[in-house]
């Protein structure tokens, strides 16, 4: 008999929750949008009206607190986050909770301990992690690295007189992030709700994907920025592993916003925009795979799919604006980020029926390695995650 739905409170209804989680969760066979709580009337209304939230309150405490609620869901700012996942540990009640999971290190580290205590099952929102390309291509490259499957065509020219190097096998992994900062929200300037900027905010799902894709130890941190658009990390691991990250904020949209490259054992495995996979190097993996977009409204064109596709749909969608004056016209043919997926492998998880998402070791590290990259910019030195 398969496991009853369960009721889901989301915290905070934001601009996040209500594109995100509470469209999501409305819309699973395997959860119910049972609470809405925020201090936002209009929030309120809409996902009421909206996306058919069975209850409203504005009171969290009373939220967590009803019976009927089985699961949270917790899309605040950082500033209401400890307090919610105190007491839903006290109540026993699994938590989803948006990234970054504080601002400051001393609470990441309390949160962590609570969790502990608890044992309560807790998620946090790294989605890349659940996006069905990089599920694909982190599976495919960890199994090349741990079983390498080099192809027959390597050119090995030295052969028996090749001298053994140390890193020889050791792996890389490459971020590239292209943004447009003229779409942040207001709240990204304000020192008092973002006081690291990008670094924390945007950073910490990058260094997430550099930890899960090396499967090894960060020790050590090199960074540095032009103020808040413009970053360059290089985090390197105990076994010797590097993974670097560039963050510009002064890029398009007309263009793909994420590159991810992992290369290692003679094999590279290739990430464009979550929409498409690419390898080379590693025998019998595809050489090419396609993953479906979100809300395409140019379904006729870009039937080609992957990056060629995606293109093919922006341009149209680019001069969409053009014609209706309206700016968010440009958003078709989404990639899958995992938002959805998140939710519904946390629903696994719960119910024992697979393994944990991105807890929370995993997202007080990726933390820790943001604020060593915060610091090693600020002091213009590299920074010993040691000292974090």
């Keep these: ?98 990234k970054p999971l504080a601002t400051e290190l001393a609470e990441a580290y309390e949160i962590q301990r609570v969790v502990h205590a608890s044992g309560i099952p807790f998620c946090v929102g790294h989605n890349r992690r659940n996006s069905p390309a990089m599920i694909d291509a982190q599976r495919i490259f960890r199994q090349h690295m741990e079983s390498p499957r080099p192809c027959p065509w390597r050119w090995d020219r030295e052969g028996a007189d090749r001298p053994p190097l140390p890193e020889d096998g050791v792996a890389q992994f490459c971020c590239r992030i292209n943004d447009d900062w003229y779409s942040w929200k207001s709240w990204v300037f304000d020192p008092t709700q973002a006081p690291h900027g990008p670094m924390l905010f945007e950073m910490t799902h990058f260094t997430d994907l550099c930890n899960w894709f090396l499967a090894a130890e960060p020790v050590e941190v090199m960074a540095m920025d032009s103020g808040m658009l413009n970053h360059a990390v290089i985090i390197r691991y105990a076994t010797g592993e590097l993974a670097t990250i560039s963050l510009c904020a002064n890029g398009t949209f007309g263009y793909p916003k994420e590159l ?67 700016p968010l016209d440009q958003f078709t043919a989404e990639p899958d980020k995992g938002h959805a997926h998140a939710l519904d492998r946390f629903v696994d998880q719960i119910q024992g029926h697979g393994p944990e998402v991105c807890g929370i070791d995993a997202a007080v590290l990726a933390t820790r390695v943001a604020f060593a990259a915060i610091r090693a910019a600020a002091e213009h030195r590299p920074v010993l995650l040691e000292e974090i």
């Design 260 to 326: 991810y490259e992992a290369m290692g054992n003679g094999g590279i495995v290739v990430v464009d925009h979550m929409c498409e996979i690419r390898t080379a190097g590693i025998a019998d993996a595809p050489g090419r795979r396609t993953y479906p977009f979100l809300r395409d409204r140019h379904p006729a064109l870009g039937q080609e799919g992957g990056i060629a596709g995606w293109l093919a749909k922006k341009r149209a969608a680019c001069a969409d604006v053009v014609r209706t004056g309206n």
């Design 1 to 98: 008999m398969a496991d009853a739905p369960l009721n889901f409170a989301v915290v905070g209804c934001g601009a996040l929750a209500r594109a995100q989680h509470i469209p999501n969760l409305a819309a699973s066979d395997r959860c119910v949008l049972h609470t809405c709580c925020d201090l936002s009337d209009a929030a309120l209304a809409e996902c009421r009206d909206v996306h058919g939230a069975k209850h409203l309150s504005r009171d969290w405490r009373e939220a967590l607190r009803n019976p009927e609620v089985q699961a949270i869901c917790l899309a605040t700012t950082e500033r209401l986050r400890l307090p919610v996942i105190q007491l839903a540990a006290e109540l026993g009640k699994p938590i989803y909770v948006e």
